[in-house]
Each structure stands twice: as C-alpha cells, then as structure tokens.
C-alpha cells in the first residue's frame, strides 16, 4: 500500500551546521507535501509545506525541495539553534479518490551546543 | 493555540473499561483525524471524518470507534482498554484534505 518513508531517524548536528532529512513517497498522486515539528511533550506543529506544482520553498533558514520524478522531498534547516532540536514529521496527502495523509515515521533531530 | 480543542488533558482508568475522547476542530476545518502516539514513536493514523461520513481508516483496533456530529465535532471511543492502549491520543482538523493538519493538544491516556 502507499507509505512514506523517512530517513534518518536520528540526527545529530552541531550548532550552527545545517540538516537534511528526506522522504519518499510511493503514490504518484500525490500532491501536498507538508513537514511538522514537534517538541518534547507538544503537539506537532506545520513549519513549512510544498505542494507539487513547485520545486523549491524557503522560509527563513528552514527549506523544502520535491522532487516529483524521483517521488521524494527533503527538509533543509540552516544555521541549526538548539530550539531546533525536536522531532520532525514529513507527510503526503492525496486531495482525490482515497483522500489519504500519510506521515512519515519521524526523525529525531538533537542541536548540540 | 491551534483552535483544535481536544478533552480531557489526561485520564486514567484500568484494563476493560471504556473511554470517550472529545475533539473540537478549528472553527470552518470539515476534516478531523484521529491519531495515536505511543511513548517515543510516530503518529498512528487511526481514522478520519470529512463533513460527518467516514473518509478513511487507518490500523484502528475494532474496539475503537469514532464519529463526527452534524456540529463537526468528533468522539473516539475505546473499550475493553488493555495496558498496551495507553498513549498520547491526537485529534487533528483540517479545511481538507491537501491542506495542512491542526493538531489539539493531545488527550494523555494512561491504563493501569
């Protein structure tokens, strides 16, 4: 069945490096991408989203790229700060016929100082 | 503040008893899922309402059960509770379903 696979599931950077972590997608139809944060205790937070019409999204030192023909997305963080660290949850959500919005297992991102 | 009102914050019970978690989306999101989150894992998809009807499933136990009312709110019901049940229980809302999700706060349940 469809799923998304995310990796690393674990990160470890020093502060003021940057972060990379990808996911894969297996349905083609799928067309919003969005990632989420969430901290120790907290519910998950949108930080950034794409959707399939674009290739690249920035805001601020957090990034979005898609790549559609490979089926897969990453999330970029620059300048890493140790309130980045938490855990981060990609997803791929699907608007027609099964209206499926899937996460990814999650990777646990540590910033240390 | 999301806008997704979830309650209570927390509830213990014991191992067969039957519990009703509410959730209140944000004000004009139709969609609600529910999700389960165990201690140090991912977000299990349980289910998800759009507009009042069922839209999918995920890996829901059959002693789970779930509605949305004519007011968009939603309840999950879970019974026979085992030790294995406690978790963080997530409601989430959204306008639909390529848009982004807006979690609740989470009701922590504990089975002892």
């Known amino acids: 069945g469809e799923n998304v696979e995310q990796h690393p599931s674990t990160l470890s950077v020093q502060e003021g490096d940057s972060a990379v972590i990808k996911c894969t997608y297996s349905?083609?139809?799928?067309?919003?991408f969005p990632w989420y944060k969430q901290e120790l205790g907290k519910r998950p937070q949108l930080i950034i989203d794409i959707r399939s019409n674009v290739g690249e999204k920035k805001d601020q030192r957090i990034a979005v790229t898609l790549n559609k023909t490979a089926k897969h997305f990453s999330l970029h963080i620059t300048e890493t700060q140790p309130e980045d660290s938490a855990v981060y949850f990609c997803a791929a959500s699907i608007s027609s016929g099964t209206y499926k919005y899937i996460f990814g297992t999650g990777t646990r991102l540590k910033v240390l100082a | 503040d999301s806008g997704v009102t979830q309650t209570p914050k927390h509830l213990i019970t014991a191992t067969g008893q039957r519990v009703t978690l509410r959730c209140s989306p944000r004000?004009?999101?139709?969609?609600v899922y529910w999700y389960q989150q165990s201690l140090d894992q991912g977000l299990q998809f349980l289910i998800q309402y759009y507009n009042g009807e069922e839209r999918a499933k995920g890996n829901i136990l059959e002693r789970f059960s779930a509605q949305q009312f004519p007011d968009l709110h939603s309840e999950l019901n879970l019974s026979s509770l085992e030790l294995g049940d406690s978790a963080l229980y997530f409601c989430?809302?959204?306008?639909?379903?390529?848009?982004?999700?807006?979690f609740g706060d989470g009701t922590r349940l504990s089975i002892l």
């Open positions: 989430a809302s959204s306008l639909a379903s390529n848009q982004p999700q807006h």
């Open positions: 004000s004009g999101d139709l969609s």
């Open positions: 349905d083609s139809a799928s067309n919003y």
